[in-house]
């Protein structure tokens, strides 16, 4: 099993669609998670952090739950600008500051 | 402020060649990443420095890959000999802070 899984993806969404991506890691004993966002062709970027309460950041909302070892995020009101790949980052007890990102999902908003 | 530099941005070369690539951090970050990035998976990190020492490069294939942090700044990467499955884009990325880490925008290698 991989450490850090992601649903396969694309995802091709009409604009305003309310999208939600899923995640999963092997290692449940990791502590820290994220979501970034990839551009084509481009740098990853921080999209969000991922807290054990959940947290909202305008139409992003992130979730984790510990029990089944997965995070979540959804996309509300989706923007054509949203289209991108999708990271999963999960950092492992063991690993130290150390990164795990997952294959990625690819959102397409379509007008 | 000035983001992450790496060059070149592209690179194509022919294997069993050689290669080096270039990162410069953002200023004032001590430690510095090394990611590979094969097309359709995430970025794979290869090695991780703080300052001019390696704090783990236990992913990065050392029978030909080969990194240095001289000063504590700049970072080379060098791949010799190149084999095919090498061909794709090199992240470099950089941090203050253990959870923030900012991405250069890569060098595009395709090996043939």
């Known amino acids: 099993r991989k450490e850090v899984e992601q649903d396969p993806g694309p995802f091709n969404v009409p604009e305003g669609a309310t999208v939600a991506f899923n995640c999963t890691y092997s290692n449940s004993a990791s502590q820290s998670f994220f979501w970034y966002r990839q551009d084509c062709r481009k740098e990853p970027k921080l999209l969000m952090s991922v807290y054990s309460s959940g947290n909202e950041d305008g139409r992003f909302t992130a979730q984790l739950n510990r029990a089944s070892q997965y995070i979540s995020l959804l996309i509300r009101d989706s923007k054509l600008s949203d289209s991108a790949t999708y990271l999963c980052?999960?950092?492992?007890?063991?690993?130290?500051?150390?990164?795990?990102f997952g294959p990625g999902t690819r959102l397409s908003v379509l007008p | 402020e000035a983001g992450v530099a790496q060059s070149p941005r592209y690179k194509i070369i022919e294997k069993r060649q050689s290669v080096a690539f270039w990162c410069n951090p953002i200023?004032?970050?001590?430690?510095l990443y090394w990611y590979q990035q094969i097309l359709g998976q995430g970025p794979k990190l290869l090695i991780q420095f703080q300052n001019n020492g390696v704090v783990d490069d236990s992913q990065l294939p050392k029978d030909r890959f080969s990194a240095e942090r001289l000063k504590g700044v700049d970072s080379t990467l060098k791949i010799q000999p190149a084999k095919l499955e090498d061909s794709a884009v090199y992240l470099c990325?950089?941090?203050?802070?253990?959870?923030?880490?900012?991405f250069g925008p890569g060098t595009r290698l395709t090996v043939t």
């Open positions: 200023s004032g970050h001590a430690t």
């Open positions: 980052v999960v950092i492992p007890v063991n690993y130290g500051q150390n990164f795990v």
């Open positions: 990325a950089s941090s203050i802070r253990p959870y923030e880490q900012y």
